[in-house]
C-alpha cells in the first residue's frame, strides 16, 4: 500500500524554524521527483516546493524561496522541508506529495500525505 507520512509540525514564533518530513514507502519513492504543498484556513492548497529524483534539482515558490530548503534521504525515503525565518503568514497544514511531473499544479501530484500542521506565532 502506497502511504506518505508528514512529521514535524508544530507551533514555533515568528523567525524560528522548523523541520518537517515526509517518509514514504519503497515503490512510492524510487524514481519519483516529490513536492510539498501547503493549505492555509479558507484558502486553497499551494505548492511550496519541490525536488527531483535522486536530487539534483529543486524549485521553490516565490514566497518560500531563501527561507526554505528541501531535500531528500534516498536511502530513508524521506524528503525533508526545513523551513528558516518562518512568518505568520506560513501557517497552514504542509503535505508532501508524489509528483508525476516536474511542475506546481496540484492535478500532477497523486499520492498524498495526510499533513502536519505548522503554526507560527507573532
Known amino acids: 500500500q502506497v502511504q506518505l507520512v508528514e512529521s514535524g509540525g508544530g507551533l514555533v514564533q515568528a523567525g524560528g524554524s522548523l523541520r518537517l518530513s515526509c517518509a514514504a514507502s519503497?515503490?512510492?519513492?524510487?524514481?519519483?521527483?516529490m513536492g510539498w504543498f501547503r493549505q492555509a484556513p479558507g484558502k486553497e492548497r499551494e505548492f511550496v516546493s519541490y525536488?527531483?529524483?535522486?536530487?539534483?534539482?529543486?524549485y521553490y515558490a516565490a514566497s518560500v524561496k531563501g527561507r526554505f530548503t528541501i531535500s531528500r534521504d534516498n536511502a530513508k525515503n524521506t524528503v525533508y522541508l526545513q523551513m528558516n525565518s518562518l512568518k505568520p503568514e506560513d501557517t497552514a497544514v504542509y503535505y508532501c506529495?508524489?509528483?508525476?511531473?516536474?511542475?506546481?499544479?496540484?492535478?500532477?501530484?497523486?499520492?498524498w500525505g495526510q499533513g502536519t500542521q505548522v503554526t507560527v506565532s507573532s
Open positions: 506529495a508524489r509528483a508525476l511531473s516536474l511542475t506546481i499544479r496540484r492535478d500532477e501530484y497523486d499520492y
Open positions: 519503497g515503490r512510492t519513492f524510487s524514481s519519483y521527483a
Open positions: 525536488i527531483t529524483w535522486p536530487g539534483g534539482s529543486t
